[in-house]
């Protein structure tokens, strides 16, 4: 199975700072590397797809970039409505792995 | 507009066998590259996806869990059933049914998902 290690784990920023969150794949994966968000309480919803399209109604803040096994997801101005866990996923091959996520908190 | 609703017990004991239904609206499972995966989440973890079934009835299983789990359609009634047997504690968690279709590659709509607890 191919693993995923994101990292962070958790942070913490201020509202206005720049994050960004990696994922890195233990085998090459091309561009088949999503973002999920995740409220409490709540199922994960989908950010970005194949590693850097933004999925629609998901506001721009959000970007993804990287390929082959080297991902991260930028916010580029956090919002307090960031606050959340956030997920990558890769879609290369069953068994359509998740990280292990990343938990976002506002100072 | 595409929603997906699960449905199923609660409340299992450690050896049975449990059974959800995912009841969706908003697209047909025979559309050609459409598909529908479950993905589990246990209480405080990352999810794990279980499986897909496609449009074409072709059937996707994480290879850990494979020989206990069966996905099937029903594309009259707009369903997809998740058989898993042999539950233990474990399998505590809450289970999600999610559409999947053909060049996003990912989980685009989710249900609510469903929490279910296997105790003696």
């Known amino acids: 199975d191919i693993q995923l290690t994101q990292s962070p784990s958790s942070l913490s920023a201020s509202v206005g700072e720049r994050v960004t969150i990696t994922c890195r794949a233990s085998?090459?994966?091309?561009?088949?590397l999503n973002w999920y968000q995740q409220m409490p309480g709540t199922a994960p919803r989908l950010l970005i797809y194949?590693?850097?399209t933004l999925q629609s109604g998901v506001p721009s803040r959000f970007a993804g970039s990287g390929s082959v096994t080297d991902f991260s997801l930028t916010i580029s101005s956090l919002q307090r409505e960031d606050s959340a866990t956030y997920y990558c996923?890769?879609?290369?091959?069953?068994?359509?792995?998740f990280g292990g996520g990343t938990k976002v908190e506002i100072k | 507009q595409i929603t997906l609703k699960e449905s199923g017990p609660t409340l299992l004991k450690p050896t049975e066998t449990l059974t959800l239904t995912c009841t969706f609206s908003?697209?047909?499972?025979?559309?050609?590259?459409?598909?529908v995966g479950w993905i589990r989440q246990p209480p405080g973890k990352a999810p794990e996806c279980l499986g897909v079934?496609?449009?074409?009835?072709?059937?996707r299983y994480t290879p850990s869990l494979k020989s206990r789990l069966s996905i099937t359609k029903d594309t009259s009634k707009n369903q997809v059933v998740l058989t898993m047997t042999s539950v233990d504690p474990v399998d505590t968690a809450t289970y999600y049914c999610?559409?999947?279709?053909?060049?996003?590659?990912?989980?685009?709509?989710w249900g609510q998902g469903t929490l279910v607890t296997v105790s003696s």
């Open positions: 908003g697209f047909s499972l025979t559309t050609n590259g459409v598909g």
């Open positions: 996923q890769e879609t290369y091959t069953t068994p359509l792995t």
């Open positions: 085998q090459n994966i091309s561009n088949f």
């Open positions: 194949t590693a850097s």
């Open positions: 079934i496609y449009w074409d009835d072709d059937k």
């Open positions: 999610a559409h999947r279709v053909r060049g996003v590659y990912a989980f685009d709509y």
